[in-house]
């Protein structure tokens, strides 16, 4: 994602985003990586996957008619697409991940045309997603069969959005 912000254009984040950041303003808030000691990348995408599975199993999965008006939570009990997703991020950024490498994405699922959200987290040697509708760990480059990419938060401030050219990930 290194040349992410070369190849794209600045968009507006969604309303819901705006909302999540007024509500949880350290969440929004650039942050480096607490870690001292390189992590192998084995380590990481286990870590990834039990948070994946864990966040997944936590929130029941609700279907709420579409509203930009529709916050995300944290943790909620019930949940949509955005409540997994912040929750995901929250939990790896607890864990000492930097906020640039953990980055929210707005897909449209091809099949439906239903706007979802996930998360993208850059690990060493590749991007992957953690995704509610998903129990396992995909390589980013592995979801676009099913998604067309809308927008995506900046890896230099996550209170800033991008809308990439073509994937826009590399």
């Known amino acids: 994602m290194s040349n992410l912000a070369a190849r794209a254009e600045h968009v507006l984040p969604p309303l819901q985003h705006t909302f999540f950041c007024m509500k949880y303003p350290s969440e929004c808030r650039s942050q480096t990586e607490a870690k001292a000691q390189p992590v192998p990348k084995a380590v990481r995408i286990r870590e990834l996957q039990q948070v994946n599975a864990t966040v997944n199993q936590a929130i029941s999965s609700v279907q709420l008619q579409p509203s930009p008006l529709k916050q ?36 449209v699922l091809r099949r439906t045309g239903v706007h979802h959200l996930i998360l993208i987290a850059k690990t060493r040697n590749e991007n992957v997603v953690l995704d509610n509708l998903r129990s396992e760990v995909l390589p980013l480059k592995g979801i676009f069969r099913d998604y067309f990419m809308i927008r995506i938060e900046a890896s230099d401030n996550p209170e800033f959005w ?5 994937y826009g990930l590399s």
């Open 72 to 107: 995300w939570t944290i943790f909620p009990r019930m949940g949509d697409c955005g409540d997994y997703a912040v929750t995901k991020r929250h939990v790896l950024l607890s864990r000492g991940w930097p906020s640039s490498h953990l980055l929210l994405a707005e897909v």
């Open 162 to 166: 991008i809308r990439p050219s073509g």
